[in-house]
C-alpha cells in the first residue's frame, strides 16, 4: 500500500512470502483479494455432485456459481447463476452501461470494475495528434464517464492508457479468474487462464449491483495441440485455421479449450491472440491451462506473488485428466502452415501460399493499398518484435513497404517498451506510421484518404474482423486477417501474389534476396517502460460527485424505463425488414463514425439496421413502409411505425447478431417500436442483450418457414400468457390476400428472462425487485 501511495507502479514481491498470504487482484486494488480458497471449495463440491472429471473451463465457471450446492449443471442446457470476480468496459460501451448503472439507482458498484478509453480515438494523422483531437472532440463522454466512475467506485483508464484487452492481460486477468467486459473480445485474458466472458452493458449492470450474472452453462470444445511452432506459422495462424474449422457460429453456445503438449510452445501473448479471435467462432470464450510462459508473463509484469499463489492451487488451473469434451479438434503445430482469412468474413481460410492464385481466381485484388498491424489481437511486444525483425530485413537491402502501412500499439505500456528498445523506429523507417494506443481503423476509427467510397481494394490486417465495410466504411475493400509479420511481409512487396517462405524480393542494388523467418523476444529483457500514467483511481468516497448529462446533449442522453408488457398477445405485428443473409452487429447498429452517439440512444438510433440487406428489393437501408407504400430508411420507416403506434418485428438468417458485443443493436430496435426478432440462429449475445431489453428473440422450429414469411405480412405472436421455459410460440402470418399459416417458434427463455420480458427489461426487473426488497 505505502509503495501505491508512494506513486511506484509495480514492484515484486518474494514468492515464498506470499504463498497462502492475501493477495491483491491487481496493483490498483490491494484491498480486493483472489480468492482461490473458495474455487477450490465450489470445485471440490461439484466434482463430488457430478462425479466426473472437469475440464479447465468447468472448474473455473462451476467455481464462480452462486450456489454449487444446488445448481443445476447440464452443459448446453442449463442456466447457470455465477459470481464473477470483475466487470470492465469500453468508452463507446461504457457510456450505456454506466447510464443503465446510473438508472438502477445503486450508489457503489459491488466487484473491482473499470472505465477504458480506447474506441473514440480516429487514426487520421498518427498518434498524439490523433489522440489530442480526440480529447477535443470528445471532451463531454471522457467527463461523464471520468466522474461517473468516481461516483460509483470504477476506475478510469484515460484516453491514450490503450485498449482494454491489453491492458486487462497486463494488469487484471489471472489465472482462474471469472471477468465480464462490454465487448466481445474480451475473451483475450484466457492467455491468462481466466474465463473472460464478453457481453452487453445490461449484463455488466448485473454485475456490478452485486445480483448473480446467467449465462447458459456452456459446452466445452477441445483443441488438442502437438508440436511446436516455427518459422513464419504464429499463434494468429492456430486460431485462423480453427475459424477455418468451425466457420463463424461453430463455436456457439460452447467454450473453446485448448490443451495437449502443444500449448507450452506458445507464448502468453500468443494465446491471449488465440482466445481473443474466438469471438469470431461465436464461442463463449476461449481458455488455456496455466503453465510456464503465463507465470513468465506476470512476472514480467510486476505480478510474481500470482504467479507464486497460482503455483499453489495449480491443480485447479489445469484440466483433470480424463475429462471429457463434447467436441474435439486436434492441430499438429509442426505442420501448421501461415494463414490468411477472408475477404468480408474472417472464416474464409487460405494458407499464404495460395492466397495469391485463389484473388485472381476470384477477381480480388491483389495490389496491396494499406498492410495494418496492431489491435487488440496482436499488439504484444512479441507481435512488434517480430513485424520489425522483418521490416529490418527489407531495410538491410535498401526497402521500404510498397504499400502504405500503419502500426498499433496496444498499450501505453506497449508503446514507450517499443520506442525504448528501438522497433517503433525500425517500423517508421521502413514506410510505417505508428497510430494511436486505441482500437482506431479495426473498429471503423478511420479517416481514409487513399481511396474514395466504392473503389475496390485489398487491405491486410492482422486485426480480428474484416466484415464488409468494417474497417473504412467502403463496402469494396476486400479486408484480409493474417499475422503482423505476413502482413509486414506483404506490404513490403505490396501484393498478395507474394508467399515469404518460398518467393524472393528484388533489393535496391538490384540483387534477389528471401526474408527469413522473423525471430524475437517473447518479453523485453528489460522490465516493460510503463510509459505515461493514465489510471485515474476512484475515491474512497464518492457520494459528493456529480456527474453532469445536459438535456440537451446531442452525445450523452439519460435513459427513460421501456414500457411493461400489457398481458396481451402481440397481434399483426409489421415486418419492419426481412434480412437476407449475413447480419452482424455492424450491419444492425455501425460503429465508425456511429460511436460518437454511443451514449444517445435516440440519435444513434438514426443507424438502426442501415447495413441490412432487404430481401424484398436487395439493398441496404430501404425497406417499404406498409403503411404509405413507399420505400425510404430503415430508422426512418421504425420511426414512423412507432409514431403510429404499430408494434413491428424484424426477420433474419442464419446467426443473427454475430460479431461486437454492443448492446446498442438491441437498444435500438426496442427504443424504436420493435417487439420481435425472428430469425433462423442467433449468436450468444445478441441473443441475450435482445432479451435484456425486453425484446423477444426467436427461432423458427423449422428454419425453412424463413421462406413462408414475406415482408408484405402481418404476424402475431400467440401463447404469451402461458410464456414458459423450453414452450414454443406459435406464428399467425397473415398474407395481404386473406389467407393464413402458423409456424411455430422456438426460444432459450427461461423463467427470470421471462420476467425480464414481462417487467418490460432487465433493468425494470431489477427495480421491481429493489423497491420489494427495500
Not at 488455456?288 to 509484469?301: D, E, S
Request: net charge neutral; hydrophobic share 35%; charged share 25%.
Amino acid at each position: 500500500q505505502h509503495a501505491l501511495n508512494s506513486g511506484i507502479r509495480r514492484y515484486h514481491v518474494a514468492p515464498v512470502l506470499c504463498q497462502r498470504a492475501k493477495v491483491a487482484m491487481s496493483h490498483f486494488e490491494p484491498n480486493e483479494h483472489i480468492n482461490y480458497e473458495k474455487l477450490e471449495k465450489n470445485i471440490n463440491i461439484v466434482r463430488k455432485r457430478l462425479d466426473r472429471p472437469l475440464t479447465l473451463s468447468e472448474k473455473i465457471v462451476y467455481g464462480h456459481l452462486d450456489d454449487p450446492a444446488k445448481q443445476e449443471i447440464e452443459r448446453g442446457k442449463t442456466y447457470l447463476r455465477l459470481r464473477p470476480d470483475r466487470v470492465a468496459m469500453q468508452d463507446a460501451t461504457a457510456q450505456m452501461a454506466m447510464l443503465q448503472f446510473i438508472s438502477s439507482g445503486l450508489p457503489k458498484v459491488a466487484v473491482p470494475s473499470t472505465i477504458h478509453c480506447d474506441h473514440l480515438i480516429e487514426a487520421q494523422s498518427g498518434g498524439e495528434k490523433d489522440l489530442r483531437r480526440a480529447k477535443d472532440i470528445n471532451q463531454e463522454v471522457y467527463n461523464f464517464l471520468a466522474t461517473a466512475g468516481a461516483k460509483y467506485g470504477v476506475g478510469f483508464w484515460k484516453p491514450g492508457s490503450g485498449i482494454i484487452h491489453q491492458i486487462i492481460l497486463e494488469n487484471y486477468s489471472y489465472p482462474g479468474v471469472m471477468l465480464i467486459g462490454t465487448d466481445s473480445h474480451t475473451p483475450n485474458g484466457g492467455g491468462l487462464g481466466g474465463i473472460c466472458i464478453g457481453v452487453g452493458g445490461a449484463d455488466a449492470v448485473d454485475v456490478m449491483a452485486g445480483i448473480p450474472w446467467e449465462l447458459k452453462c456452456p459446452k466445452v470444445i477441445g483443441v488438442k495441440l502437438t508440436g511446436k511452432l516455427s518459422g513464419w506459422s504464429s499463434p494468429k495462424d492456430v486460431i485462423l485455421k480453427v475459424a477455418g474449422i468451425l466457420t463463424v457460429k461453430g463455436g456457439t453456445g460452447a467454450i473453446i479449450e485448448y490443451h495437449g503438449p502443444g500449448v507450452d510452445s506458445i507464448s502468453c501473448t500468443g494465446m491471449a491472440t488465440i482466445c481473443n479471435m474466438g469471438a469470431e467462432i461465436g464461442a463463449t470464450t476461449s481458455v488455456f491451462p496455466y503453465n510456464a510462459r503465463m507465470k513468465k508473463y506476470l512476472g514480467k509484469t510486476g505480478r510474481a506473488d500470482i504467479a507464486a499463489l497460482a503455483d499453489e492451487f495449480q491443480q485447479h488451473l489445469v484440466p483433470d485428466s480424463g475429462c471429457q469434451y463434447d467436441q474435439v479438434i486436434e492441430i499438429n503445430l509442426s505442420e501448421l502452415k501461415p494463414h490468411i482469412n477472408g475477404p468480408f468474413t474472417p472464416d474464409l481460410a487460405h494458407p499464404v501460399s495460395d492466397i495469391g492464385a485463389v484473388a485472381e481466381k476470384e477477381g480480388w485484388p491483389v495490389d496491396i493499398r494499406v498492410g495494418l498491424i496492431g489491435s487488440c489481437t496482436n499488439s504484444s511486444y512479441e507481435d512488434m518484435g517480430r513485424s520489425a525483425a522483418v521490416a529490418k530485413q527489407a531495410l538491410a537491402h535498401g526497402l521500404k513497404c510498397k504499400s502504405k502501412f500503419t502500426i498499433t500499439p496496444g498499450s501505453e505500456q506497449i508503446r514507450a517498451t517499443i520506442e525504448r528498445d528501438g522497433y517503433a523506429q525500425i517500423l517508421r523507417d521502413v514506410g510505417g506510421l505508428v497510430l494511436a494506443n486505441a482500437c482506431g481503423p479495426c473498429i471503423g476509427q478511420w479517416d481514409r484518404k487513399d481511396i474514395k467510397k466504392g473503389e475496390k481494394n485489398t487491405i491486410v490486417t492482422s486485426y480480428n474482423r474484416n466484415f464488409t465495410g468494417r474497417n473504412d466504411a467502403n463496402p469494396e475493400t476486400h479486408a484480409f486477417v493474417t499475422s503482423p509479420e505476413i502482413v509486414t511481409a506483404l506490404s513490403i512487396a505490396g501484393t498478395l501474389k507474394f508467399n515469404p517462405e518460398t518467393d524472393y524480393l528484388t533489393g535496391a542494388d538490384g540483387k534477389k534476396f528471401k526474408l527469413e523467418a522473423p525471430d524475437a523476444d517473447e518479453l523485453p529483457k528489460l522490465d516493460f517502460d510503463p510509459g505515461q500514467d493514465t489510471y485515474q483511481y476512484p475515491p474512497k468516497d464518492g457520494s459528493g460527485q456529480h456527474v453532469d448529462v445536459s438535456p440537451t446533449s446531442q452525445r450523452l442522453q439519460l435513459l427513460e424505463p421501456f414500457d411493461k408488457w400489457d398481458g396481451k398477445d402481440l397481434e399483426d405485428m409489421l415486418i419492419l425488414i426481412k434480412v437476407k443473409g449475413k447480419c452482424t452487429t455492424d450491419h444492425i447498429s455501425a460503429a465508425g463514425p456511429w460511436l460518437k452517439f454511443r451514449g444517445h440512444l435516440d440519435n444513434i438510433s438514426n443507424n438502426l439496421l442501415i447495413g441490412a440487406i432487404n430481401i424484398e428489393n436487395g439493398k441496404a437501408n430501404s425497406v417499404r413502409n406498409a403503411l404509405t407504400q413507399e420505400f425510404g430508411p430503415v430508422p426512418d420507416t421504425a420511426r414512423y411505425y412507432k409514431k403510429m403506434g404499430v408494434k413491428w418485428a424484424v426477420i433474419g438468417d442464419e446467426n443473427y447478431g454475430e460479431g461486437s458485443s454492443r448492446e446498442h443493436a438491441a437498444l435500438e430496435p426496442r427504443h424504436l417500436g420493435g417487439r420481435v426478432i425472428i430469425t433462423k440462429s442467433f449468436a450468444r449475445i445478441h441473443e441475450t442483450n435482445l432479451k435484456k431489453q425486453g425484446l423477444l428473440p426467436l427461432t423458427f422450429a423449422d428454419p425453412a418457414d424463413y421462406n413462408k414469411i414475406h415482408p408484405v405480412d402481418k404476424l402475431s405472436i400467440v401463447g404469451l400468457a402461458d410464456f414458459a421455459p423450453g414452450k414454443p410460440l406459435k406464428c399467425i402470418i397473415k398474407h395481404p390476400n386473406g389467407s393464413q399459416e402458423t409456424i411455430m417458434l422456438n426460444h432459450t427463455f427461461n423463467e427470470s428472462q421471462i420476467e425480464w420480458f414481462q417487467a418490460g427489461s432487465a433493468l425494470n426487473r431489477m427495480k421491481e425487485l429493489q423497491q420489494k426488497s427495500s
